[in-house]
């Protein structure tokens, strides 16, 4: 930790020097520790495996409805110029013989948005660990987002950004897809 802090503080004194900034200024005294713990934080999907979190799951032959866990809230870094993107994301999913803890799909979804990301494979990703873990009749993952990247730099308009991501009967099948999309308006 101690060889990473002193690389960070040279990086964040260069950076100070090149945008014009006193990098001895009290505000900025203790910053490249808190980036560095920050960053731990935001990158922390990377040190888990999303298996593992869906790993407490049942074996329920009774449940063949649908389940949703919607407005799960996440937080990510764009992989292109590193600044957030956010909003929420719904999940459903069609059991067959497996449950998720409910829980879990809120980890899961935090494991992958904790790593640095585009929208469309965070969303992709959900859908297709729950498909290969849980085995279900259907998987649906719609992600619903606002891309910093687009509105402090670049175009600076700030859109919502959807994607979503259908496996099994939920894309098979449009009378499913549309009860979906109902119950999460």
């Given amino acids: 930790m101690q060889e990473v802090l002193r690389d960070f503080e ?21 910053t490249p520790r808190r980036i560095i713990e920050s960053l731990q934080t935001l990158f922390s999907g990377y040190a888990q495996n999303p298996r593992d979190l869906l790993g407490a799951t049942f074996e329920e032959g009774l449940c063949d409805e649908m389940v949703i866990a919607k407005d799960i ?62 085995q279900p009749k259907g998987v649906i993952v719609v992600c619903e987002a606002q891309h910093l990247c687009m509105s ?18 939920f894309k098979r099948d449009p009378k499913t897809r549309a009860e979906f999309m109902q119950l999460i308006k």
């Fill in 10 to 30: 040279q990086f964040f004194a260069r950076l100070c020097d090149h945008i014009g900034e006193d990098r001895a200024r009290e505000g900025l005294e203790d």
């Fill in 73 to 134: 809230e996440f937080y990510s870094l764009c992989e292109h110029h590193l600044l957030p993107f956010f909003g929420r994301i719904s999940i459903g999913y069609i059991p067959d013989k497996h449950l998720a803890g409910i829980s879990s799909l809120a980890r899961l979804v935090e494991s992958f948005a904790r790593r640095l990301q585009i929208q469309e494979r965070l969303t992709e990703q959900i859908a297709q660990c729950l498909l290969e873990n849980l």
């Fill in 152 to 169: 402090m730099r670049g175009v600076q308009k700030n859109p919502t950004i959807i994607t979503s991501a259908l496996r099994g009967l």
